[in-house]
Nanobody
Framework: VQLVESGGGLVQPGGSLRLSCAAS????????MRWYRQAPGKERELVAH????????VYADSVKGRFSISRDNAKNMVYLQMNSLKPEDTAVYLC?????????WGKGTLVTVSS
């Protein structure tokens, strides 16, 4: 199993970024996918998750109305569209999935929100 995130970078407050996670090594369409984030000195936080078919999504209260998770099962990709970014959204964003009882993580992509 491999999860590879991309799309992070430096963005001004109020800006947008779209993160991508490329998945391989498992039957992607059969599993929930999650985005987590970890800010310096803080615990890892679940940002959003999406069901295997994409019909059910859940967001952390801190990102509701600003972030949107989606997936493309034909491409084995999961995305996180982040709008109206705030400085407190600064963190490493990680892609995650439980596959056959094992918790897999990508290495993460850094998002910095600063003027």
């Amino acid at each position: 199993v491999q999860l590879v995130e991309s799309g992070g970078g430096l963005v001004q407050p109020g800006g947008s970024l779209r993160l991508s996670c490329a998945a391989s090594g498992f039957t992607f369409s059969g599993y929930y996918m999650r985005w987590y984030r970890q800010a310096p000195g803080k615990e890892r936080e679940l940002v959003a998750h999406i069901s295997s078919t994409g019909d059910r999504v859940v967001y952390a209260d801190s990102v509701k109305g600003r972030f949107s998770i989606s997936r493309d099962n034909a491409k084995n990709m999961v995305y996180l569209q982040m709008n109206s970014l705030k400085p407190e959204d600064t963190a490493v964003y990680l892609c995650n999935s439980w596959v056959l009882g094992v918790n897999y993580w990508g290495k993460g992509t850094l998002v910095t929100v600063s003027s």
